[in-house]
């Protein structure tokens, strides 16, 4: 397997970061070399120069003390894993992208002439307290560009590509629902000011004579009213049980009956959301609730949630392809508590 990033870290202040950074490069589509102990036996091993040969970008995460080893003579150079790689990818030419963890203040003055260019490169400004912030500046600004971006959905894997172009067609199927409801409101108000207007005629014509009108009989009676008919597609608006009184009675429907308002609208979509049992379903209910994010995150945070539950807190793929798309949708909310709520049961996860 080709790798796009190697990340380069000391096991000890600096794990914990560096596994952060595989899991969500991972999560994006990118290759990336990380935990590579397996290979880290006797000499310097082949096939780790390798994979640093096979990556474009280096990512080499320093904490604090991170080049205290290179200082140390009592320790073999060939045993310092982070110097060797970080000296090889500098002689290669790769992208050097230095992540400075808190407490890193600068790079030492004396470091050793194989790897002392590092201090002239620069990385994202890291900041745990904003850690989405940080990591999207190292995608944009830092990575060269990404393979085709990906969603999770509780379909699996999706191209970005093939969303867009179901979201567009569950638009303009959404688009044309709604189109064919307004014309037909407009066709029933139509009906009903044609046959007021033509009562209205009726009534102001004088007789022909004054001879007082003969009676007529009751089924002669004109019945005025009028039974309007509703469009058969109202219940997909949320509207079934509001018209049901409507339907069954001959009074004219005012416009605005037929009208389903935002809160309407929006029980309606998070229902198919949660309903949904196909990639169709699902997607076509997407392309709506998105307008919603808050409360697309607490449908997908609330399924991870009841999951986890029912596998004795246990985290799989699934539960974290779950959290990861609630993260996205509260991060398109910009609600911080929501931020900080899926950002703990990921990491309870890991």
């Not at 999951?307 to 779950?322: A, F, G, M, V, Y």
Request: aromatic residues 10%; charged residues 30%.
């Amino acid at each position: 397997m080709a790798y796009n990033i190697f990340i380069s870290y000391r096991r000890s202040g600096g794990f914990e970061t560096a596994k952060h950074l595989y899991d969500l490069l991972t999560r994006d589509g990118y290759k990336v070399s990380f935990d590579i102990d397996t290979l880290r036996n006797g000499d310097f091993d082949v096939e780790l120069l390798k994979r640093i040969d096979e990556c474009t970008d280096f990512i080499v995460v320093l904490n604090q003390g991170a080049f205290d080893k290179c200082f140390n003579l009592s320790i073999d150079k060939k045993n310092d894993w982070l110097r060797n790689e970080l000296a090889y990818a500098l002689k290669k030419g790769k992208n050097i992208i230095p992540i400075m963890l808190d407490g890193f203040a600068e790079f030492p003055n004396n470091l050793p002439e194989d790897i002392c260019q590092v201090s002239c490169k620069n990385g994202p400004e890291y900041n745990q307290y904003y850690f989405d912030e940080f990591y999207n500046r190292l995608k944009e600004r830092f990575l060269h560009p990404s393979p085709p971006t990906l969603y999770v959905s509780s379909v699996g894997l999706i191209k970005k590509d093939d969303i867009q172009d179901d979201l567009e067609n569950a638009h303009s199927s959404h688009r044309k629902k709604t189109t064919f409801l307004a014309i037909s409101i407009l066709l029933i108000i139509v009906v009903i000011a044609t046959a007021v207007i033509l009562f209205l005629i009726d009534c102001s014509i004088p007789p022909d004579d004054i001879s007082p009108p003969e009676k007529q009989e009751p089924d002669s009676v004109m019945d005025t009213t009028t039974e309007t008919k509703l469009p058969e597609n109202t219940a997909e608006f949320g509207l079934k049980e509001d018209t049901a009184d409507l339907k069954s009675s001959k009074k004219p429907v005012p416009k605005d009956t037929l009208l389903t308002t935002s809160e309407q609208t929006k029980q309606a979509l998070l229902k198919r959301a949660e309903e949904s049992v196909n990639r169709g379903e699902y997607l076509a209910a997407l392309a709506d609730y998105l307008q919603y994010p808050s409360d697309g995150y607490r449908i997908f945070y609330n399924k991870a949630l009841k999951l986890k539950n029912e596998r004795n807190q246990n985290c799989d793929d699934e539960i974290i392809e779950l959290l990861a798309c609630a993260r996205e949708l509260a991060e398109r909310s910009k609600n911080r508590k929501d931020i900080e709520q899926v950002n703990q049961e990921l990491k309870n996860c890991e």
